[in-house]
């Protein structure tokens, strides 16, 4: 439980120093403007201490009320499972991997990897689930990278965030470009959290305090859409943005499904 809650608790012990300071600045203002006397020393010393006394037994309670509340919320439990019909779009399963590469999501809840082809234009899509975040199981976390520091293959070699069509929706999106000793790929990636799609990684954390805070559950997915590329990007630019406009909705539909939204 405390591994769940660190930020919160670290964000009131800041609340509390912080108004700790502003009152002692105060009294000490407050001493300079009337005088040195003893008499006002023994005033202002107490009423601020009895302010941060009252901030801190506020803070008590409220800390005991929301555990008791995140106690109520629902844990991990079993793993969902990733299943999305193409049904009635011109993109096919292709059984045969386009690549080599997948994104380093460490211990996603439940994760759907899948290639698709369509003409001559093929995709992976990925897709990294995660329910009951606790430490070192997060959705949005530093060590959740397209390419990890200790990949000697794979390189990651530059990085932009652009509009994207996804679905019905415009939405930003990250794109990526990476390169191994035999492929070169063109990936696109976002978060999904709380039936909101985006790329920032801030707006993804503040998705996930709001859902809980409201007692919805903190399910969110990362999702990747990669495809490969020789030299110049426009040609796999538009194989990934047919593909997100194409597939993505039965991505969306799923995400929605699994979550109780």
């Not at 008499?39 to 037994?57: E, F, T």
């Not at 994760?111 to 070192?136: C, F, H, I, P």
């Amino acid at each position: 439980q405390f591994l769940r809650n660190r930020s919160l608790v670290l964000g009131w012990c800041c609340f509390l120093f912080w108004a700790g300071s502003f009152w002692s600045e105060e009294g000490s203002a407050s001493s300079r403007d009337v005088g040195d006397s003893s008499a006002v020393k023994a005033v202002s010393i107490p009423v601020r201490y009895w302010v941060v006394v009252g901030l801190l037994l506020t803070s008590a309670l409220v800390w005991r009320v929301y555990g008791y509340w995140l106690d109520s919320l629902p844990e991990a439990g079993s793993a969902p499972v990733l299943q999305m019909s193409t049904e009635g779009q011109s993109w096919r399963p292709e059984p045969t991997a386009i690549t080599d590469w997948q994104p380093n999501f460490e211990q996603p809840t439940t994760l759907l990897k899948q290639d698709y082809v369509e003409q001559r234009n093929k995709v992976m899509l990925y897709v990294a689930y995660y329910r009951g975040q606790v430490q070192d199981r997060e959705l949005v976390s530093s060590r959740n990278v397209l390419v990890s520091t200790i990949n000697k293959h794979w390189g990651n070699v530059g990085e932009t965030v652009r509009p994207a069509k996804v679905g019905n929706f415009s939405i930003m999106v990250r794109e990526t470009r990476l390169r191994s000793p035999e492929q070169r790929l063109l990936v696109w990636s976002w978060y999904w959290v709380d039936g909101t799609q985006t790329a920032n990684d801030y707006y993804a954390k503040w998705l996930e305090a709001k859902a809980r805070f409201l007692g919805r559950s903190d399910d969110g997915a990362a999702i990747v859409l990669a495809t490969p590329y020789e030299e110049g990007t426009d040609a796999a630019e538009a194989t990934l943005q047919k593909a997100a406009r194409d597939i993505m909705p039965a991505v969306s539909a799923m995400l929605t499904r699994i979550s109780g939204r």
